[in-house]
């Protein structure tokens, strides 16, 4: 299978090209990146610290798409959509863990998923997506007398708040009580904010130095308190698993599937 790579410069960018290049199955189709920036025209392969492939950058993402069978995207939401309609007109696969999408986004997304097959998870970490699955079942057991309290710590250039799982925790949390998290997420709290709501879920979002992703779901009563914690300290592993997710689409109908289907475990 050949997975391109748009956005394949950034941090997770040059750890897709690492990864692609390394994993049995696939090679490396090329990489894009956005009008005007730096590394076009360099080695691919190069910028991640490899040895030179002879795909330079480009910042054709059509032409990527022509010359791969899945392309995996984790930039920036603008781009994400225009690299979702590219896919759905080519009828290629295409990977999405970018964070921070608009509903406008994601209906985008959803509208593409009707002609092509997207895997989106907003986080590919294998550890995660079982986090989310315990979230979900612990929500489910727990009453409301557990309040639950979401908390996310990644490093200092991260531009999205809460992160894309911390919010994907509070969906599984609001699921496990068949509730909508819209209806109860508590996303800031500041000055004089009165006691919490009943049902609420809370969000609590740290960032700083080079912390690649900590993520804790806390459930806490009166008298004691459940806590479950995940942490991830290399961005190999969503690296590993975004590319997982590509092998995987290879050849499915086209809809929009989560890391949970592709690990074939969760809700
Ligand atoms: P980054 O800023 O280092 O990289 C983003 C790259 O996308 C940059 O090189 C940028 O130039 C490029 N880009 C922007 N517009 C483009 C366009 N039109 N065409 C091609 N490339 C374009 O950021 P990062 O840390 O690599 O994270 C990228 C995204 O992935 C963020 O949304 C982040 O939250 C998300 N992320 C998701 C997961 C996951 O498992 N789902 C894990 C880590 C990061």
């Given amino acids: 299978m050949k997975i391109g790579v748009v956005g394949c410069a950034g941090r997770m960018g040059r750890m897709l090209v690492t990864q692609i290049t390394g994993t049995g199955g696939c090679d490396l189709a090329g990489g ?16 991640a610290g490899l040895p030179a492939s002879g795909l330079t950058v480009s910042d054709d993402a059509a032409a990527l798409f022509a010359a791969s069978d899945a392309v995996i995207d984790f ?8 690299h979702a ?27 593409a998923a009707k002609r092509t097959a997207i895997v989106q998870a907003p986080n590919f970490s294998i550890g995660v997506n079982l986090l989310l699955a315990l979230t979900e079942r612990v929500a489910g057991i727990l009453d409301e007398d557990y309040d639950i309290e979401i908390v996310e710590m990644h490093h200092r250039h991260k531009v999205d708040a809460p992160s894309g799982t911390a919010l994907g925790l509070g969906r599984a949390a609001a699921a496990g009580r068949n509730v909508s998290l819209s209806d109860v997420a508590q996303r800031g709290r500041d000055g004089i904010t009165g006691p919490r709501r009943s049902g609420d879920i809370g969000f609590a979002v740290l960032r700083g130095g ?58």
């Fill in 32 to 47: 894009s990146e956005g009008p005007g920036n730096p590394h076009i025209g360099e080695d691919v392969a190069t910028l």
């Fill in 75 to 82: 930039t920036a939401p603008a781009a994400t959509v225009a």
């Fill in 85 to 111: 309609e590219l896919a759905a007109e080519t009828g290629k696969v295409l990977v999405v863990g970018t964070t921070g999408l608009e509903d406008s986004h994601q209906k985008v997304l959803a509208d």
């Fill in 210 to 267: 080079d912390v690649v992703g900590d993520h804790t779901v806390v459930f806490a009563a009166d008298g004691e308190r459940v806590e479950l914690t995940h942490k991830a300290s290399s961005r190999e592993v969503f690296a590993r698993g975004a590319v997982r997710a590509a092998l995987w689409a290879d050849g499915k109908a086209p809809g929009l599937y989560s890391m949970q289907d592709v690990l074939g475990f969760g809700s």
